[in-house]
């Protein structure tokens, strides 16, 4: 699995990116698992992730991130980024961010595909 942590800090909410090959739901959560046996990741509050196989449908998940997923599929679709789930983690500050949590979700996307990808 390949981490970027520390992509953005605004209003004391952090963020990092992790991403790692995957095909399936069931190797999506498994990376997952593998993420969050890290305490640090295992206490963020959320976790969104999504995955865009070669074959079968795409998947997302916002956990608790409502929306965030959808932004992290479009970027991997833009970019035809397959059969590797990218992870968004946030660790929330105590104030909201409005839109500005999906350009933060965008930031750590482009960071990953920029430095792993490229």
Same mark, same amino acid.
């Given at each position: 699995?390949?981490?970027?942590?520390? &992509? &953005?800090? $605004?209003?004391?909410?952090?963020? #990092?990116?992790? =991403?790692? +090959?995957?095909?399936? *739901? !069931? @190797?999506? $959560? !498994?990376?997952?698992?593998?993420?969050?046996?890290? /305490? *640090?990741? %295992?206490? %963020?509050?959320?976790?969104?992730? %999504?995955?865009? +196989?070669? @074959?079968? @449908? +795409?998947? *997302?998940?916002?956990? =608790? @991130?409502? =929306?965030?997923?959808?932004?992290?599929?479009?970027?991997?679709?833009?970019?035809?980024?397959? $059969?590797?789930?990218?992870?968004?983690?946030?660790?929330?500050?105590? /104030?909201?961010?409005?839109?500005?949590?999906?350009?933060?979700?965008?930031?750590?996307?482009? %960071?990953?595909?920029?430095?792993?990808? #490229?």
């Amino acid at each position: 699995m390949e981490q970027l942590e520390n &992509v &953005v800090t $605004d209003r004391g909410s952090k963020y #990092a990116v992790s =991403g790692g +090959p995957a095909r399936t *739901k !069931a @190797e999506a $959560d !498994a990376l997952l698992k593998e993420l969050k046996r890290n /305490k *640090k990741y %295992a206490k %963020a509050t959320h976790n969104t992730w %999504a995955l865009l +196989p070669s @074959e079968g @449908e +795409p998947l *997302k998940n916002d956990d =608790g @991130e409502s =929306g965030a997923g959808m932004v992290i599929l479009r970027m991997l679709e833009r970019d035809d980024v397959r $059969d590797t789930v990218v992870v968004v983690t946030r660790w929330y500050g105590g /104030k909201h961010l409005g839109g500005d949590r999906f350009r933060h979700v965008q930031t750590c996307v482009r %960071a990953w595909i920029d430095q792993f990808r #490229a």
